[in-house]
């Protein structure tokens, strides 16, 4: 996910976007922006109706109804707008109205030493109490399948220990 997000940051001109705590990236326009989202186990089946797997707060009910043209009262998009850094970028409150937002879902399922990962690029229509119910666009994605991965271990070969005081 990551490496989408600075592929596009690069090589097509998006930005950074904090928009109401949600970690973004917007296109140079400011029309569309892109977050992730993990998904249930519908996730990337046409056929059948996804929602997200962990409850969502009220950001993502806020591009909901931007997505449906609703608008959103006073929106902030940033807690410190000039601290968006070199990539980022704040949106005005008109821009944040008309932003369409959309999700790439994933669902990571593994048998064996074999992971799954199923994934579609969808903008939420409704959302009620943490939860996306209803999805406008959905663009379900290939699965992608690998077989043998081992988890890194970023600490190293030896353990970590860590003396803690006790009061």
């Known amino acids: 996910m990551r490496t989408i997000r600075e592929l596009h940051i690069e090589r097509e001109g998006w930005a950074r976007l904090i928009h109401g705590r949600l970690e973004l990236v917007c296109n140079a326009d400011r029309s569309i922006a892109m977050g992730v989202m993990v998904g249930d186990a519908a996730t990337g ?8 797997a962990r409850r969502r707060g009220p950001a993502t ?8 043209g609703e608008g959103a009262p006073h929106v902030q998009t940033a807690l410190f707008v000039a601290g968006v ?3 980022g970028v704040a949106l005005s409150e008109e821009e944040a109205c008309a932003l369409k937002t959309w999700f790439l879902l994933s669902f990571r399922t593994k048998i064996g ?3 799954r990962i199923d994934c579609e690029l969808s903008q939420p229509k409704t959302f009620e109490d943490g939860f996306v119910i209803e999805w406008g666009r959905r ?3 290939p699965a992608l399948v690998m077989d043998g991965i081992e988890p890194t271990n970023d600490d190293g070969p030896g353990q970590i220990d ?5 009061r």
């Open 45 to 52: 089946q046409a056929s059948l109706f996804p929602k997200n």
């Open 85 to 87: 850094g070199p990539d």
């Open 61 to 68: 009910g806020m591009v909901t109804r931007a997505n449906a």
């Open 139 to 141: 663009i379900p994605l």
């Open 113 to 115: 030493e074999t992971v």
């Open 162 to 166: 860590i003396p803690v005081d006790f």
